[in-house]
């Protein structure tokens, strides 16, 4: 699950991690009263920032800094209710729906932090970089010796002396040091108790009067563990998620929307990453991953159905199940009943495999619809690729 800048902020100023002074805001109204209060107490300016689930925000003019009341009028003017593009968002763009609005803060110099978890290794790491306000992916691939890392022993935890590590790298003041130290053992208390799957802060920033603070930050939780957080659940914004993913996840299926043009059906996960690699081999390109589990019924099977035909890019269906919990006989129900109540008028390449198969094939045969059904997966690979591009057999 993934939050807004403004609520990780929250979550990091109750760990005790400095952030600038700021409030979320959904209207123009709300956004002026923020900003009033921000000037009256002090502030010397405001940044005026779009809240979205997507990172490159800046770049694509969504983070605005104003200097005076009527700047942070103009720009809250502009920002909110745009369809912000940026490089993680697509062609579309990503409607803002909330603005966060802080005090702009003497920037001195802009780090990076982060930690995530290192699959390969088995192990979280920190990581920190001088390059910061920038993105982090690119510094990664251009010269990865930029990004210092401290692996963490998940036995011991994040220790004082791999922070101390990371400050001295970045060059902090002496002054700086036990700041950071302390800093970064917050983001790591963060991280952990919250069950993150992913944790940065781009900019990490020292001030020009020796201070330091998170100027952005994101959070991702790991959608496995959320039933131990019953706190972070209203911190969802279904407005920011795939429309599609949003509705699968209400009936359990396990769904990702991906750009190609052949929609999968497949139960386990392994299948469907199996499947979605024989359609690549075959030369297609797969529309989505999805996971209708060991034992859906007929329902998620419908449901499934008419999640995968309402993205207007499928052009063809293949349907790989092997029959194990889930029998294939109620799958072909469902697929007949779905394509029947659906009006389904794309081709449908199943492959078909384990417990009741013959009843399955039957119920397929007599519904008098047109499928085609492969007798590998390799074989139905090719027949749903050729469907797709329009080629009959
Ligand atoms: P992102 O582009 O989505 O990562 O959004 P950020 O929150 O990282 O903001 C982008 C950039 O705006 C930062 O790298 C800073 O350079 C700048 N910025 C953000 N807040 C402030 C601020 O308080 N003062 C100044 N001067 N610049 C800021
Ligand atoms: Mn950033």
Redesign the pocket.
């Known amino acids: 699950m993934k939050i807004h800048?403004y609520q990780a902020k929250d979550i990091l100023a109750k760990y005790g991690v400095a952030v600038?002074r700021g409030e979320v805001a959904y209207t123009l109204d709300e956004a002026l009263e923020v900003a009033r209060r921000l000037f009256t107490n002090g502030a010397k300016g405001v940044?005026v920032?779009a809240q979205i689930h997507a990172?490159?925000?800046?770049?694509g003019g969504?983070?605005k800094?104003a200097k005076s009341f009527s700047d942070a009028e103009e720009y809250t003017k502009k920002i909110l209710g745009m369809h912000l593009i940026?490089h993680q968002t697509g062609p579309q763009g990503q409607k803002v729906q909330r603005l966060l609005i802080?005090e702009?803060?003497p920037?001195d110099r802009?780090l990076y932090l982060g930690i995530v978890l290192d699959r390969a290794k088995a192990q979280l790491v920190f990581m920190a970089s001088q390059a910061g306000?920038m993105e982090i992916e690119e510094v990664a691939a251009k010269d990865p010796d930029a990004i210092y890392k401290e692996y963490i022993d998940p036995a011991v935890g994040f220790q004082p002396y791999q922070a101390r590590n990371l400050a001295f790298k970045l060059g902090l003041k002496p002054t700086q040091i036990n700041e950071a130290v302390k800093f970064m053992t917050g983001l790591y208390k963060v991280y952990i108790e919250t069950d993150a799957s992913l944790l940065e802060i781009?900019?990490f920033i020292t001030t020009k009067d020796d201070k330091l603070l998170a100027?952005?930050c994101k959070i991702n939780f790991d959608d496995n563990a959320m039933f131990h957080h019953k706190e972070l659940k209203d911190l969802r914004d279904v407005a920011e998620e795939d429309p599609l993913e949003v509705e699968a996840s209400k009936y359990a299926l396990n769904y990702i929307k991906l750009d190609g043009n052949i929609a999968c059906m497949v139960n386990g996960a392994g299948l469907a990453m199996a499947t979605m690699d024989i359609i690549q081999y075959a030369g297609g390109s797969p529309a989505n991953f999805l996971d209708v589990g060991g034992g859906a019924n007929q329902q998620q099977i419908e449901q499934a159905f008419g999640i995968l035909l309402s993205d207007p890019n499928v052009k063809a269906i293949f349907i790989n199940i092997f029959g194990g919990i889930l029998r294939v006989d109620v799958l072909a129900q469902g697929v007949v009943s779905a394509a029947n109540n659906l009006g389904v008028k794309l081709p449908i390449v199943l492959r078909l495999e384990g417990t009741n198969v013959e009843e399955g094939r039957k119920i397929l045969k007599e519904s008098g619809l047109n499928f085609e059904v492969g007798s590998t997966m390799k074989d139905a690979a090719d027949l749903v690729v050729n469907a797709a591009k329009g080629v009959a057999r």
């Open positions: 800048e600038p940044v920032k990172g490159g925000r800046g770049k969504g983070v800094v940026t802080e702009t803060a920037i802009e306000g781009n900019p100027l952005d």
